[in-house]
């Protein structure tokens, strides 16, 4: 059983600073590339920030320097260091992986961003 729980969303005023967490079971999370998408209302699902085994990580450009993606793996987590938060990364945020070609997904986690 793959189980993905997100954590950390909120309300934050514009250039604030959230850290969304998700926590996996159910596989050897070492292994696996854990991403972060997000979904804000009337707009596509979009892919955030990716972080694989090799330690690679690739963002969405609207985030790029504002966000960081990084793993525990010890403690079988990700996280998404989000800084100078825009009003536009309002959306729900979803953890994700992909284990034998299925994608598994989090519950959401919301995040606002207004003044």
């Known amino acids: 059983q793959v189980q993905l729980v997100e954590s950390g969303g909120g309300l934050v005023q514009p250039g604030g600073s959230l850290r969304l967490s998700c926590v996996a079971s159910g596989i050897i999370f070492p292994i696996y590339t854990m991403n972060w998408y997000r979904q804000a209302p009337g707009k596509q699902r979009e892919l955030v920030a990716a972080?694989?085994?090799?330690?690679?990580?690739v963002y969405v450009d609207s985030v790029k320097g504002r966000f960081t993606i990084s793993r525990d793996n010890a403690k079988r987590t990700v996280h998404l260091q989000m800084n100078s938060l825009k009003p536009e990364d309002t959306a729900v945020y979803y953890c994700?992986?992909?284990?034998?070609?299925?994608?598994?997904w989090g519950q959401g986690t919301q995040v606002t961003v207004s003044s």
């Open positions: 994700n992986t992909k284990v034998n070609s299925q994608n598994y």
């Open positions: 972080a694989t085994s090799a330690g690679s990580t």
